[in-house]
């Protein structure tokens, strides 16, 4: 009996020692939390993108007309497409993001698809501004048919 009382007297100092040095190893951290608050972005249109006006060539085949370059495939009689151009202010020498969808220009005749390109970023200066070219790629269809087409494009600029 007696080894039995040892060694439940063994065991609780043990249970408590235990419990002791559990103790003895928590601790308190701290960690540092903040916001930053910066002026909100917009972006304007300065100069809208036109792809010109223009005929197909007599061969009737599919046109292409770039504004990167002012080239144009199967197309005559064309009038100077001029390259559209977005204002963007935000935060000052904040770098932001830049995209832009692709929709179809729309008339009476079948769509013509496009390809638009903006820069994938920019920096806006110490005053929080910059200006973005926004250009692009038509695809005209062969025959296509002689009317106005538009569309509108929706330009995002993010932080």
Do not use: C, H, K, W
């Not at 832009?100 to 220009?105: E, G, Y």
């Amino acid at each position: 009996m007696r080894n039995n009382q040892l060694r439940l007297t063994i065991l609780g100092v043990f249970a408590f020692v235990m419990t002791l040095s559990t103790a003895v190893y928590a601790f308190d951290g701290t960690i540092n939390v903040d916001a930053t608050v910066v002026t909100s972005l917009s972006a304007t249109t300065t100069t809208d993108l036109s792809f010109g006006t223009f005929g197909l060539t007599d061969n009737g085949l599919a046109g292409i007309v770039d504004t990167t370059g002012a080239t144009t495939t199967n197309i005559d009689e064309m009038t100077a497409p001029t390259v559209g151009v977005v204002s963007i202010s935000g935060a000052a020498s904040s770098s932001v993001n830049i995209s832009i969808d692709s929709p179809d220009l729309t008339g009476t005749g079948t769509n013509m698809t496009t390809s638009l390109s903006v820069p994938a970023t920019t920096t806006l200066n110490g005053s929080g501004l910059a200006s973005i070219n926004v250009n692009g790629v038509l695809n005209v269809n062969a025959g296509q048919t002689p009317d106005t087409y538009t569309a509108t494009a929706t330009v995002t600029v993010n932080y």
